[in-house]
Structure formats: structure tokens, C-alpha cells
């Protein structure tokens, strides 16, 4: 919740100084950023839903405990491979090219940690999670979200949102399934941010706490321009930027 509190935060004060985006994207959490950024939902209930979403996912954790990793060095082809045959792990978050983050049960994430490390990987560490998120083992969570988001209202995005599940440009007929398939679904940031530029988009804006995002865009393609937001300083380098 703060971190979402934290972007809306800094959305407020972009808006308030004429800084509009002409789409928007977010990576997993980030969704409901970029949603109510676009005024799909309001602020309010993006609190809730988010919320609503932290609940059932540690309650999946606690109920099917599982781990997640971040494989780097490796194609993706090659992650894909080790997860086909490391049992219950897959591909969860395809952040940049060489950087692929897995998740599962936790055996078969220490297995596919193993495999990496001998297929070459430069490394291969398992991350500080409590369960086994956008994977398979997460089916109970996306069932609680789905009788979250029943009342709630969502609205045509605008500027659009591209989902960085789907890889496509999302309206409000389909953004409940698309919350709900989230939760069990790879995060595909990379491919979402290449689609982004064939579309022409030259400048990126993070909105929030870090600069994960922006470190990602450019590992990605190093001829767009990046620039983060979450404090004054940062907002005035943005601001004479754009």
C-alpha cells in the first residue's frame, strides 16, 4: 500500500505542474498505479484493491508456501528450459534481456537455481519473498481478487494503459480478468516496454520510490531518455526535461 501511496503521491504533484504522460505502464503493483494515474479508478479504491490484494496473496503464501529467484546471464529460452524440467517453478518476470525472475515451489526453485549456475548463469539468487507470486501456486489469491474487484468500477484508461501482462493496450471491459490473470501471470516488462517504442515512445517517466524501472528501460534500449520522480529535486529535474 505505500508504495502506492507513494506514486499517486507524486502523480498528484506531476499532474498539478502540467506533466501528463501520453500512456501509461506498471509492473505488477505498479497496474494499479498506472490505472488510477489514468483515472480507470479512483484513488480510494485503488487503496482498497490493493489492499485486497496483499491480503489474499500472503494468505496463499501461508497456504502453499514457495520462493522465487532472479536468473541473470542467461536468455530467456534457456531460463525457460531449466524451469521445464526443475518441476513445479516458471518464469515469472521478464524484466530485461539477460535478467529473468522465476518462482514456484521451493525445492524446484533450488533445483532451477542449481541448473542456472551450471548452464552459466552470472548469477543466480534466490529473493527475499514470502511466497511464490505471479506463478501457479498463487490460484487461491487470484480466486479472493476476483470477488474483490466484483463492485468495483473501472473506466476506459486515459492516456491509454498497456498492460505489462497482456502486451496490449487494455479497456475497461477486459481490466477485471486482466487484474485477476495478474496475480497468476508473468510479468512481461520487457516485451511491454519494447512494444512502447515500435508505438513511439521516446521518454519514460518512473513515478514513485526507486529507480528500478528506469535501470531496466535502459538495459533494455539505451536511446530513450528515463527519468524518475519521488522527491523535489527529482521533480525539478523531470520538469526541465520534458
Not at 473506466?155 to 481490466?175: F, H, M, N, Q, R
Request: aromatic share 4%; proline share 4%; net charge negative.
Amino acid at each position: 500500500m505505500a508504495l502506492y501511496v507513494n506514486s499517486m503521491a507524486a502523480m498528484a504533484v506531476l499532474s498539478q505542474k502540467g506533466v501528463v504522460g501520453s500512456v501509461v505502464c506498471g509492473h505488477s503493483l505498479g497496474e494499479y498505479s498506472a490505472l488510477a494515474a489514468a483515472g480507470a479508478i479512483n484513488f480510494e479504491d485503488g487503496l482498497s484493491l490493493v489492499a485486497s490484494r496483499g491480503k489474499a496473496m500472503g494468505l496463499a503464501a501461508a497456504e502453499r508456501p514457495g520462493a522465487m529467484a532472479a536468473i541473470i546471464g542467461l536468455e530467456d529460452g534457456q531460463v525457460e528450459e531449466i524451469c521445464s524440467r526443475s518441476g513445479e517453478v516458471w518464469p515469472v518476470n521478464y524484466n530485461c534481456p539477460g535478467q529473468l525472475v522465476i518462482s514456484g515451489e521451493t525445492d524446484s526453485v533450488l533445483r532451477a537455481i542449481k541448473a542456472a549456475e551450471t548452464a552459466g548463469a552470472r548469477k543466480a539468487v534466490r529473493l527475499a519473498v514470502s511466497g511464490s507470486f505471479h506463478s501457479p501456486l498463487m490460484r487461491a489469491a487470484a480466486g479472493r481478487m476476483k470477488e474483490a474487484l466484483v463492485e468495483a468500477e473501472i473506466k476506459d484508461p486515459a492516456p491509454p494503459l498497456l498492460s505489462s501482462i497482456s502486451c496490449e493496450y487494455e479497456t475497461a471491459e477486459g481490466l477485471k480478468d486482466l487484474l485477476v490473470r495478474q496475480i497468476v501471470s508473468p510479468v512481461r516488462w520487457w516485451q511491454a516496454v519494447e512494444r512502447l517504442i515500435d508505438d513511439g515512445v521516446e521518454r519514460f517517466v518512473e513515478v514513485g520510490n526507486g529507480k528500478v524501472l528506469s535501470g531496466l528501460i535502459r538495459r533494455i534500449n539505451r536511446d530513450v531518455k528515463t527519468s524518475q520522480v519521488s522527491d523535489p529535486e527529482s521533480l525539478e529535474k523531470t520538469q526541465a526535461l520534458v
